[in-house]
């Protein structure tokens, strides 16, 4: 069983960041974050592999930034110019041969 701790979420004024964080309990392949609006479907926002490749949804990018500490077995989402339509709660993913959730964490950006 995979821990998963996120962190950074809150209220912010359109234009504005946050830095969202997930460490996990152990080690992990890929690690992503999804989002998920009120009456959408979850959605990828970015995943970065093992070896640190990228890969962003079309929204977000030049926007958003994924990064990983492997040493601390923790997966960042800095958010920059953040726009009302960036509001949901963003849930950290991890596959360690297993996929494992975070428990989300609320982003709620105001107009």
């Known amino acids: 069983q995979v821990q998963l701790v996120e962190s950074g979420g809150g209220l912010v004024q359109a234009g504005g960041s946050l830095r969202l964080s997930c460490a996990a309990s152990?080690?992990?392949?890929?690690m992503g974050w999804y989002r998920q609006a009120p009456g959408k479907e979850r959605e990828l926002v970015a995943v970065?592999?093992?070896?640190?490749?990228?890969s962003y949804a079309d929204s977000v990018k030049g926007r958003f930034t994924i990064s990983r500490d492997n040493a601390k077995n923790t997966v960042y989402l800095q958010m920059n110019s953040l726009k009302p339509e960036d509001t949901a709660v963003y849930y950290c993913?991890?596959?360690?041969?297993?996929?494992?959730w975070g428990q989300g964490t609320q982003v709620t950006v105001s107009s």
């Open positions: 152990r080690s992990a392949f890929n």
């Open positions: 993913n991890v596959n360690t041969g297993r996929l494992y």
């Open positions: 970065i592999t093992s070896g640190g490749s990228t």
